[in-house]
């Protein structure tokens, strides 16, 4: 099986510091992404593959984001637990490792995201707005 690993993009000092803290609690790699980094494969990110020659990407995004690879349902759970715990402010935008989108770059799956989030809160926003009097 292969290690679990946390990509994390953009995340400022202190938030970056306390997901660090608790990722090694957890016995979880962590990885920092830089922008430059972001035209690679996630499986490239993740160490599972070998980097492949791609140019850069023109505009990175600069929004939080994270990547959770290879967790087990327990680790999963102990690590979203550890953010109420241990009082590490929400990243909206975080995905797990799949076939699927293991292939994809760091710019594709953080649009997918942020196209999934925005769908959700419109949706809510339209339930919510239903339901008044």
């Not at 990885?31 to 791609?54: D, I, K, N, T, W």
């Not at 799949?98 to 292939?103: A, F, G, K, S």
């Amino acid at each position: 099986m292969k290690p679990p690993v946390l990509l994390c993009y953009n995340l400022k000092e202190d938030k970056a510091s306390k997901i660090r803290q608790l990722a090694m609690r957890l016995r979880i790699r962590i990885r920092v992404v830089s922008a430059m980094e972001f035209h690679q494969p996630l499986a490239v990110l993740c160490g599972y593959a070998q980097p492949l020659e791609l140019p850069p990407v023109p505009e990175p995004f600069t929004t939080e984001m994270l990547v959770l690879a290879n967790f087990t349902q327990p680790m999963l759970t102990d690590f979203l637990n550890g953010f109420r715990h241990g009082a590490i402010p929400a990243v909206t935008l975080k995905a797990m490792l799949t076939e699927t989108n293991q292939q994809w770059d760091s710019v594709t799956l953080h649009h997918e995201l942020s196209q999934e989030h925005a769908a959700i809160a419109a949706s809510r926003q339209a339930h919510t707005e239903g339901q008044k009097p």
